[in-house]
């Protein structure tokens, strides 16, 4: 099939931040296509815990929250790999809700303002010649004047690309593996954990009806060193934090099977590349302890917006639009990757993590300057 319209903007990957781009273009009058390999409703490997900066965002889309009954979170709890505990107020909170729930609920939307959803479409590659763009799928081709990819943290077009992060040796920030599920637990309903282990953390927060999201973060040795067993890793390197060891013995896990991913790579990448606006992962994966990488998504998609408009109202050229998207993305997120990251590298070695919340827990006053450092705005 070729589609020969020929739309505003095409969006390839339909998490948070395509999602969002795509409601915001489409109520702005603009044609909107987004293309989604899986079939809505699907779970997806994430932390479920969204920063309250993204909430007015969201309800101005159309996503009722204020009446979901959704869990507010506003304590962070996070525990050293022998098990010593820093507790600290959050001063924004957040929110719980599974990607499940809130990925069906805006693509619904989406669909509602008139965005062309494809769901089960794989976009298998992207060209750029006339100032237009093609993009190949498994559902036959279709063209756009305006292109973003939001298609997470690692995908077969980065591969056929050969971007530079999916070229590099495995290094500590770019060999990780994420597994996730869904739990029934009697953790406190208004707080975030986040359990260290050795070459990893766990965190732990209450979603809608409920349940749980437990997701955890290690490199792949880990996973290697338990005969690349889940079960195995869980019990014999997760489980020495004493904490995890009780989640994992009293909680009553609700996925047959876990969710896992890997080859995570939290290496920087471009903003824009061969004239895709990167939104979200895609721009530079986000490490959990950066605050919030959902939150951090919608706003560089609300971001994006503004130029998109921008350059198909004819008012700026594609070459300013990519300029002024780049520099904008790094002037609001700059800062909090490079504070992630950093932070990443202390964690995950049991000595340096140990050393580390008992220093935090000594100097409160820093422990509240590195929150801020990782946490936005309302935007």
């Known amino acids: ?44 490997v994430c932390g479920e815990y969204i920063s309250m900066e ?3 965002y969201l309800e101005s889309l159309g996503l009722p929250l ?6 507010v979170i506003k304590k962070l709890i996070v525990t050293s790999p022998d098990g010593n505990t820093l507790s600290q107020e959050l001063p924004l909170g957040g929110f719980g809700i599974s990607r499940n729930l809130i990925d069906y609920s805006l693509m619904k939307i989406a669909k509602e303002a008139g965005v062309t959803v494809m769901e089960h479409c794989k976009a298998e590659d992207i060209a750029f010649s006339g100032d237009i763009f093609s993009i190949q799928t498994s559902k036959g081709n279709f063209s756009s004047k305006v292109c973003c990819g939001a298609f997470g943290k690692r995908s077969n077009i980065d591969v056929k690309w050969k971007r530079n992060f999916v070229q590099q040796t495995p290094n500590k920030l770019n060999n990780f593996i994420a597994v996730k599920y869904h739990i029934q637990s009697s953790f406190p309903a208004d707080s975030i954990a986040l359990h260290n282990f050795h070459n990893g953390y766990c965190g732990i927060s209450r979603i809608e009806d409920g349940k749980y999201c437990l997701c955890y973060l290690t490199n792949a040795a880990n996973l290697k060193a338990s005969g690349n067993s889940i079960d195995e890793m869980e019990k014999n390197i997760l489980s020495k934090n004493p904490h995890l060891q009780k989640i994992f013995q009293q909680s009553v896990k609700l996925f047959h099977e876990p969710l896992s991913i890997s080859h995570i790579s939290f290496q920087e ?11 979200g992962d895609s721009a530079g994966s986000i490490p959990p302890l950066c605050g919030n990488g959902m939150s951090m998504a919608m706003h560089a998609g609300k971001i994006a917006a503004g130029y998109i408009v921008d350059f198909v109202q004819n008012r700026i050229s594609r070459t300013e639009m990519e300029k002024r998207y780049t520099a904008n993305w790094k002037k609001m997120f700059g800062r909090r990757l490079f504070t992630g ?3 990443q590298r202390l964690f995950g070695k049991s000595k340096t993590t140990n050393l580390f919340i008992r220093m935090m827990k000594s ?3 820093l422990t509240r300057y590195i929150i801020k450092q990782t946490h936005g705005k309302e935007y």
């Open 1 to 44: 099939m070729n589609n020969k319209q020929l739309y505003d903007c095409a969006i390839i990957g339909g998490g948070l931040g395509g999602l969002t781009l795509a409601i915001n273009l489409s109520r702005q009058g603009y044609s909107v296509v987004l293309f989604e390999k899986e079939q809505y409703p699907f779970h997806k």
């Open 269 to 279: 990448k471009k903003v824009v590349e061969q004239h895709v606006l990167m939104i």
């Open 363 to 365: 100097l409160p006053g």
């Open 66 to 71: 204020s009446s979901m009954n959704l869990p």
């Open 54 to 56: 993204s909430w007015p």
């Open 341 to 343: 990251r950093i932070i």
